[in-house]
């Protein structure tokens, strides 16, 4: 899998290391947890909820490509203030560098480089903050 980032107004994408594959099934698991579903990423995702990280910026994301026109308006609607994307990410950053519990669902899950990629996704919806633009997550299979 990989994850974009598109920054409104700027076109184009951006890449994230390792394109993003640890932060993007985190995200995809942190989307589905509640169901009663079993996998590492699902506990790291309500541990991180349980230390106050909020996941609904980081749940806020739509397939790149679009088939229809019912997937053209989830893409649309996948625009999202950056901001809170950020602190949902610098959240998440603290989290699975302060918490031991979180480090042992990222190493069962075999997501190590989720926090680089963490970090990464942070500085770019920073910066589009600052700018006062929004950015938009997809991903691609």
């Not at 480089?113 to 991903?139: F, P, S």
Request: glycine share 10%; aromatic share 6%; proline share 3%.
């Amino acid at each position: 899998m990989r994850l974009t980032v598109e920054v409104e107004g700027e076109g184009g994408t951006a890449a994230l290391p390792g394109d993003g594959a640890a932060l993007v099934a985190f995200m995809s698991f942190a989307a589905v947890r509640g169901f009663g579903a079993r996998h590492p990423l699902i506990a790291l995702a309500e541990r991180t909820a349980e230390l106050g990280v909020r996941l609904g910026p980081l749940t806020t994301f739509y397939e790149r490509h679009a088939d229809d026109a019912e997937d053209e308006a989830n893409l649309e609607r996948a625009w999202q203030d950056a901001a809170p994307l950020a602190a949902s990410l610098a959240a998440l950053g603290e989290a699975l560098a302060g918490d031991e519990r979180a480090a042992v669902f990222v190493r069962r899950a075999g997501a190590e480089t989720l926090a680089g990629e963490a970090a990464a996704l942070r500085g770019i919806a920073e910066r589009a903050g600052r700018a006062n633009r929004r950015v938009r997550l997809t991903y691609d299979l």
